[in-house]
């Protein structure tokens, strides 16, 4: 049927050659001829795309009816479980939830919070350094003086995040685990809004009972800096094992914000005040779900997450 070439379209280009009466017998033949070769074309491409199609149902057809597999799933991991808790309450507390590097600069994960070169608490975080001048964060205090540099005060946040150091792994210790950082800066804020936000916190993550305590303490970047117990979320304070007899489980670190640290963000430290704390992740999931291995957290044994 090709126009150039094709026998049919060759034959009726020759019908002009002939006369008239033999023209008309020939044409009608030849339209006839035109018709059922194209009929027969088109009859067996949709025969062929039928097959095919069948074909594709025969091997790549889903039986929506049979029986699915059903993925192996553990549940919700507990460090994130805990992590997750935390935000949720400080947020319904006002605070903003921010993120800072993971690797950081030497200045500010201790120059700018209060610890120059030689000074005895650098010795306390064994760091894992990556040059002269970046290291992983020991901490995740850094993020202070990354928030305060951007924003002004008022200023609530909060900073959960990874912190690494060099630490041989046993029960109780891994070179990479979880703290949450928090921070309030503004006018008038005081040692007792401290105490009073903490309980709050506190009293929310572990139980509407639960005692807080500050013992004095030391950190380069608060002044005065302090330690916070909690009453024995397994006996109330009445002495067990958990808290050695004592009644009371140490949970976090805290203090106002040291002046000198306002001074290098840019903040007038005769007009702001305001604390801060650092508390571990790890191991407040430790002692919530009486886990006596912070290696576990980091095995993921599926039986074990399974339990949470
Ligand atoms: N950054 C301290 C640490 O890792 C914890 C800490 C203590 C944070 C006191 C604070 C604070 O904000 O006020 O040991």
Redesign the pocket.
């Known amino acids: 049927l090709s126009r150039k070439k094709g026998l049919v379209s060759l034959a009726v280009k020759s019908l002009k050659t002939l006369g008239v009466e033999e023209r008309r017998i020939l044409g009608q033949q030849l339209n006839q001829l035109k018709n059922q070769v194209e009929n027969s074309l088109s009859g067996r491409k949709s025969t062929l795309l039928e097959q095919e199609q069948k074909g594709k149902f025969e091997t790549e057809g889903v039986d929506v009816t049979l029986p699915g597999h059903a993925f192996p799933s553990a549940g919700i991991h507990p460090l994130r479980r805990v992590w997750r808790e935390m935000e949720e309450i400080s947020v319904r507390m006002g605070f903003t939830i921010v993120s800072g590097p993971e690797i950081e600069s030497d200045y500010y994960n201790f120059e700018a919070l209060n610890i120059p070169k030689g000074h005895p608490a650098r010795d306390?975080?064994d760091t894992l350094f990556l040059s002269d001048n970046l290291l992983l964060r020991?901490?995740?205090?850094p993020v202070?003086i990354r928030t305060m540099e951007k924003q002004k005060p008022p200023i609530r946040i909060v900073v959960p995040g990874r912190?690494y150091r060099r630490d041989a792994v046993d029960a109780t210790h891994t070179p990479m685990f979880h703290?949450v950082?928090?921070?309030v800066v503004g006018e008038e804020i005081s040692l007792a809004d401290m105490k009073g936000t903490l309980q709050v916190f506190l009293r929310a993550l572990f139980s509407h009972d639960t005692r807080v305590r500050l013992r004095p303490s030391y950190?380069p970047?608060?002044e005065p800096?302090a330690e916070l117990d909690i009453s024995c979320i397994f006996c109330s304070g009445r002495g067990c094992r958990v808290c050695k007899n004592s009644g009371w489980i140490e949970i976090?670190?805290?203090?106002m914000v040291h002046p000198r640290i306002f001074e290098r963000v840019g903040y007038d430290p005769n007009r702001y005040t305001g604390?801060?704390?650092?508390?571990g992740i790890d191991r407040i999931a430790l002692l919530k779900y009486q886990v006596n291995d912070l290696r576990l957290f980091f095995e993921n044994d599926i039986r074990f997450i399974r339990q949470f």
């Open positions: 306390d975080q020991t901490h995740t205090s202070q912190v703290q950082e928090g921070l950190f970047f608060v800096g976090l670190g805290a203090g604390f801060a704390w650092g508390m």
